[in-house]
C-alpha cells in the first residue's frame, strides 16, 4: 500500500508548553486538541496522522517543552445530523467564522434523547457547509444551561485556526457568574480536573486530572452572594461550575454542584422565590475575543446578561437595599 503523505501546511500545529513537559504523547496530545478523544488522537499517532516535530512516533513516547505537535485529522469524521431551521441569535457571520448568543437551555450537540433541535442543527441548515467539518464546526461549547457568546468555524481555513488557538489559549473568554457566599477579593483557583470517582455525570477536582485554571474577580458582593467576572486559563468541561464548587462557592441554581437550595439568614421571601425559581447554573459567557482566521484581526464580541440572570442580581441589589 502507497504511504500517505502529508502536506505540513495543512496540519493544525501547537508547541507543547512547560507545564506538559515529559508527559506521554497521547496525553498531551488530549490536553493541546481538546476537540477529539485521547484514544481517537492515540489511532492518529499510530497512523501517522499526529507527528512530533515532524517525526512518526508511539502514543507512549515522551514529550519535552517545545516540541511540536502536526495534526491531520481525517475529514472522514463527518457530521451526518440533520439541518433544521431553529432561530439563531447570530451576532457575527462571514463565509469562515459565525458568532452566535446561545440562550440557555439549547443543547450544542445532537446526542441520546437530543437528536433535534440542537444548536448544530440549526447551523446546519443556516449554513449547509459547515456538515463537511468536525463536529459541524463547533470548535468550543457551553453547558446546556449556560448562555452567551459562542464562536463556530464556517471553512476548513477558519477550524484549522480556531482549534489551533483554543489549543494554544489565545481565545479570551470571560463570564459572569453568581456564586453563594463571599469572597474578600479576586483571585485564581488553580486544581485539576478530572471524572467524578463516582458519578458518571459529574466532573470533579481529582490529583489525577487535567491541569485547570479559573481567574476571577468580584463584580459585586452581596450580604450572602457575590456577581464574579471570571475567565479560564484552561477550558475543562463544567470548569467554573467544578471550581466555584469546590471552593465551598457553587453556583446559585446549578442543578449537578449546588447541591440543596440553601436560604440565606433573614432573606426575605422575595429573595428566596428569586433564588429557589431560578433553575439553571447562574452562568453567562459574556465576551470572547479571538483573531479571524483570514484577516489576523482581533475581534472581539459581548452579549449583555440574559432577564432571567438578570433579574436574580436585581433581587440580590434590592435585599442589599433595605
Not at 499526529?50 to 472522514?76: C, F, G, I, M, Y
Not at 440557555?104 to 449554513?127: E, I, K, W
Not at 457551553?142 to 480556531?162: C, E, F, N, P, Q
Not at 479559573?214 to 452572594?225: D, G, L
Request: hydrophobic share 40%; glycine share 6%.
Amino acid at each position: 500500500m502507497e504511504e500517505e503523505v502529508f502536506n505540513s501546511e495543512e496540519a493544525l500545529k501547537v508547541d507543547i508548553p512547560a507545564d506538559l513537559h515529559g508527559i506521554r504523547l497521547d496525553a498531551a496530545a488530549a490536553h493541546l486538541f481538546p476537540d477529539f478523544s485521547r484514544s481517537r488522537l492515540a489511532e492518529w499517532i499510530k497512523a501517522g496522522r499526529l507527528q512530533r516535530n515532524h517525526q512518526a512516533s508511539r502514543p507512549k513516547d515522551k514529550v519535552a517543552v517545545d516540541d511540536q505537535l502536526l495534526l491531520w485529522p481525517e475529514t472522514e469524521d463527518r457530521v451526518e445530523w440533520a439541518p433544521e431551521p431553529l432561530p439563531l441569535d447570530i451576532l457575527y457571520e462571514d463565509e469562515h467564522v459565525i458568532v452566535l448568543n446561545k440562550p440557555a437551555g439549547l443543547v450544542v450537540h445532537p446526542a441520546t434523547g437530543h437528536q433535534t433541535g440542537t444548536l448544530v442543527n440549526g447551523l446546519l441548515a443556516h449554513a449547509p457547509e459547515m456538515s463537511a467539518l468536525p463536529r459541524g464546526g463547533i470548535v468550543h461549547r457551553l453547558d446546556k444551561d449556560t448562555s452567551g457568546v459562542m464562536l463556530a468555524a464556517r471553512s476548513a481555513i477558519a477550524h484549522k485556526s480556531l482549534v489551533a488557538q483554543l489549543a494554544d489559549r489565545s481565545v479570551s473568554r470571560l463570564y459572569s457568574a453568581v456564586c453563594r457566599g463571599t469572597f474578600t477579593g479576586g483571585g485564581t483557583i488553580d486544581a485539576p480536573i478530572g471524572r467524578h470517582p463516582t458519578s458518571r455525570l459529574k466532573m470533579a477536582v481529582v490529583e489525577d486530572g487535567k491541569p485547570s485554571r479559573t481567574h476571577y474577580r468580584i463584580e459585586k458582593r452581596f450580604s450572602a452572594h457575590t456577581h464574579l467576572s471570571v475567565s479560564l486559563e484552561t477550558g475543562r468541561t463544567h470548569q467554573i461550575r467544578v471550581h466555584l464548587a469546590w471552593r465551598k462557592h457553587p453556583l446559585v441554581g446549578d442543578p449537578v454542584y449546588a447541591g440543596r437550595a440553601m436560604r440565606p439568614a433573614g432573606a426575605s421571601d422575595q429573595l428566596v422565590a428569586a433564588l429557589t425559581g431560578f433553575r439553571r447554573q447562574a452562568l453567562h459567557a459574556r465576551q470572547l475575543t479571538f483573531l479571524h482566521p483570514q484577516s489576523q484581526d482581533s475581534m472581539t464580541f459581548e452579549t449583555p446578561i440574559p432577564a432571567d440572570m438578570a433579574g436574580v442580581l436585581g433581587c440580590l441589589e434590592q435585599e442589599d437595599a433595605v
